[in-house]
């Protein structure tokens, strides 16, 4: 393996990689550094089920994980920072990303970078109150200005961040039109921190671009790239992309295996099995048969979901 390669991490996207979702990735394709937890968050005053359940450590045997919360106010985060201790966990990534309209306009995620002050006392409480975490950040450049994120500069710059990770887009864009790269090389500038890049990488030419472009970059952070190819990070570390024929066979495994899982998990019969392994293929290959990607996302009867997958990866 090249040497000079970046190493790759699986950003998290909420409802599609979980611990059931990650831990098959990691065994049929590779390729990863270490994958991100969707966020934990308290909602109606608990820490969601779902969530703890999430970053069990047995559910996430095999990969490294880093689980990451989002929260508004510090006494919410100290309650996740708690459960991820009491789970074992000594790295936390701090979601001051998330573009959704529904949480942001809470001050949570992306929503919160446009109030330096807030994100002062929240980042001042976790990093200097928890020493024994090596906390890192996720970030866009701002909610309305890409300016957002230079002011918080000096406040990341002293303090002990195991890295940042930087998608260069506005929250209010989500996940609509170009990234700026210009404005993610003002920060780049400038950041003092070892600094990730996360945002629109859908090929290994992409990744290399990036990687040339900033080369003082500590890794490369992709989600919906991975979820249309889960090959892209094991492609880039070897160099030389899968065939169409191996693709297919390693979707094929992944797709047998996460089925298997939820089929076992899941309670709510063929409907909410149906609704689930759906969801699995609103990102991947995008370039496939049309018309079989069509019959998935139709389909109201299991066997015909199968048939449709087992035509989709024939005919890829």
């Known amino acids: 393996m090249n040497e000079n390669l970046l190493p790759i991490h699986f950003a998290p996207l909420q409802g599609y990689t979980d611990a059931v979702y990650r831990q098959a990735h990691a065994r049929i ?19 969601r089920r779902k969530d703890i359940r999430d970053i069990e450590p047995e559910n996430n045997q095999g990969i490294h994980l880093i689980p990451q919360l989002i929260a508004p106010e510090t006494d919410k985060a100290e309650r996740i920072i708690s459960l991820f201790i009491e789970k074992g966990y000594r790295e936390a990534d701090i979601n001051l990303g998330c573009p959704f309209p529904v949480l942001a306009k809470r001050h949570n995620g992306a929503g919160m970078l446009p109030y330096p002050e807030e994100v002062r006392t929240l980042l001042n409480t976790l990093v200097k109150g928890y020493p024994d975490i090596r906390f890192s950040v996720k970030l866009r450049l701002g909610w309305e200005q890409p300016e957002e994120c230079l002011a918080l500069l000096p406040l990341f710059n002293q303090l002990p961040l195991s890295h940042i990770i930087l998608h260069p887009r506005l929250g209010r864009q989500q996940y609509k039109g170009e990234v700026n790269l210009n404005a993610f090389e003002a920060f780049y500038n400038g950041c003092k921190a070892p600094l990730f890049y996360n945002g629109d990488l859908h090929t290994v030419e992409e990744i290399r671009s990036i990687a040339e472009r900033f080369p003082r970059l500590a890794g490369i952070v992709i ?3 991975l979820l249309a190819n889960p090959a892209l990070a094991l492609e880039y570390r070897q160099g030389a992309a899968l065939s169409t024929d191996e693709l297919a066979r390693k979707v094929g495994q992944l797709h047998t295996e ?10 709510g019969g ?10 699995f293929w609103e990102y991947l290959l995008p370039e496939s048969n049309r018309k079989a990607q069509k019959a998935i996302h139709k389909t109201t009867k299991l066997a015909n979901y199968l048939a449709a997958v087992s ?3 024939g005919t890829y």
């Open 258 to 267: 996460v089925f298997g899982i939820y089929q076992h998990q899941l309670q």
């Open 270 to 279: 063929e409907t909410q099995l149906l609704m689930k392994m759906k969801s």
């Open 29 to 47: 394709f590779g390729g990863i550094e270490s994958y991100y937890s969707p966020f934990v968050r308290v909602e109606h005053g608990e820490i």
């Open 311 to 313: 035509n989709l990866l």
């Open 223 to 225: 989600g919906r790239g």
